[in-house]
């Protein structure tokens, strides 16, 4: 992460990023938010993360693709566009079919920056709100415990084609059931994990006296609260539109 800004302005630019595409209900000022997602993402880890980002879209291609068509077909009130037999397409349907795939990539966007920090810069940042201690440590490993999923399952990829064993070429039915026999297996360890990680937490003292946790906090400065008022400006405007 950028080291002039503060773990907090992620956090604040995250929020008001995804309840504006929440809020959407415009193609072009989904559109905008998602571009600002983008723009928030160099902002925060440089182009480099941005070029994960898209191999992280290109890899579930075929889920965004399906989704897509989904509410393409689906979705049949308003006027219609194109009509062949039972196949409608309407401006309804074109309508969600945008704004959906628009609120997935920007809500991946946020996870990608999200998941990119530690736990302990969230519990750092988290703290300042004054929120209970449990909250703050459930918050920050849920967040790291996605971004651990993602390496796990790159991993888990990595050592099945050392093995020629590969989900091509199989049916739809084949791939749910070997998905499932891997999935519960690392979802069960990473929970593992995460329990040992509280309760190493636990016994350095957080949730039980604030004194007792070394972490020097860091105050934002006049750059941290520029990017996040400008942030909160330019999504009001558009959300106003």
């Not at 509410?71 to 009509?83: A, P």
């Not at 990829?157 to 791939?175: D, G, M, V, W, Y």
């Not at 105050?219 to 558009?238: P, Q, R, S």
Request: glycine share 4%; with cysteine; hydrophobic share 50%.
């Amino acid at each position: 992460m950028n080291n002039t800004l503060h773990i907090k302005t992620l956090l604040i630019v995250n929020i008001i990023l995804t309840s504006a595409i929440l809020l959407s209900d415009k193609l072009l000022i989904s559109f905008l938010v998602f571009l600002s997602s983008i723009v928030a993402l160099i902002l925060f880890y440089g182009s480099k993360k941005l070029g994960k980002f898209f191999q992280l879209i290109y890899k579930f291609k075929t889920l965004f693709i399906t989704l897509f068509f989904f509410q393409l077909l689906f979705r049949r009130h308003g006027e219609v566009y194109f009509e062949w037999y039972y196949l409608k397409i309407t401006e309804i349907g074109v309508f969600y079919a945008f704004n959906s795939l628009l609120r997935y990539f920007v809500i991946l966007l946020s996870a990608t920056m999200l998941g990119s920090a530690s736990p302990y810069q969230m519990i750092k940042a988290l703290r300042t709100w004054r929120l209970p201690e449990q909250i703050n440590i459930v918050v920050s490993f849920t967040i790291q415990f996605l971004r651990q999923l993602q390496i796990d399952f790159k991993i888990l990829n990595q050592n099945l084609k050392k093995r020629n064993i590969t989900f091509k070429r199989k049916s739809l039915k084949k791939r749910f059931e070997l998905a499932g026999q891997f999935i519960v297996p690392i979802i069960g360890s990473l929970f593992s994990d995460l329990k040992y990680k509280v309760i190493a937490m636990e016994l350095n003292g957080y949730g039980i006296n604030k004194k007792i946790q070394p972490f020097i906090y860091k105050k934002c400065n006049v750059i941290d609260y520029a990017i996040m008022g400008l942030f909160l400006f330019g999504m009001i405007c558009l959300i106003l539109m």
